[in-house]
């Protein structure tokens, strides 16, 4: 387990954010992000609103005050459990103080333990209770929300439930194979990229659409994007022009392509305030190695 702390005062709204990053055991190697608990409080009963950038699939469990969560068109206010699937548009969020535990799902974990296809639910949140892909955790709520169940005990009840819940999937060797290439190369072109992971281009994408939820075009692009976006937050006062991917032509194509994934053009990105993700970045390649869920590799 590791910690990260941030206190922020003197702006319009005070607030604290403590971070908790926790190594799911060797069982799921290649199955999830991590672990994490997050603490947010917020002073004189106010929220904070953020942007996240776009990731894998979560399961998030609200302890106290409950988002308000949007991607794209799709919607949740008020529900304790959510549930998203992969995403290539920002996860929009109001939340108050709260006590939270996420668990991403990395694409060999989607195919364990979500049995839906991934471009189905790509792009949209959902009250998790009421869905009948992520239903089965809601059990989880009991004991991540008792106030009297330790933060040990909270994480050995994910682990239980998980580990009876893991389905093995046929597809897994392929699934690695494409998640390794997307995190190690800079592939251009599809062809490229069905090359490096050994297969065809048709193969190749009925891979990337059912566990990773969009095109390889779309998934390499996003990849592109994600490490622009973390070397931008990671290292406050840069410019774009200094975090940009060497992949990119020029600027212009650059701010297509945020606009595009950000819903936002990079001037207005960088004006906004960021309590979660800036504090929670930071944290997370501090001691997990990694500032984001697209950029850890297929096992750690």
Known sequence: MATSKRDVG???TDYTVRSNFHSPPKQFDGCFTTFYH???NVGDGGSVHDYLQPEWGNIRFF?????????????VSGASFNAT????LPAEFELGTSEMWGIG???VGWARFVEADAHELANTVHDGTQHPAFAK???LESALCDPDVTREEQFDAIVELMGRLMRPNRDEPKIVRVHQALVDGEFLAVSDLADACGMSIRTLERVCRRYFGFTPKKLMRRQRFTRSLTSFMLHQGSRWTEAMDGEYHDQAQFTREF???MTMNPSEYAALDHPILSSFMEARARVWGSAAQALDKPSR
């Open 85 to 88: 699937g992969p995403s290539s």
């Open 10 to 12: 003197g702006s319009s």
């Open 137 to 139: 955790y809601a059990p």
């Open 259 to 261: 606009r595009e994934f």
């Open 63 to 75: 302890c106290g005050g409950r988002p308000t969560a949007k991607i794209g068109s799709s919607m």
């Open 105 to 107: 799902f990395l694409p």
């Open 38 to 40: 997050l603490s947010l």
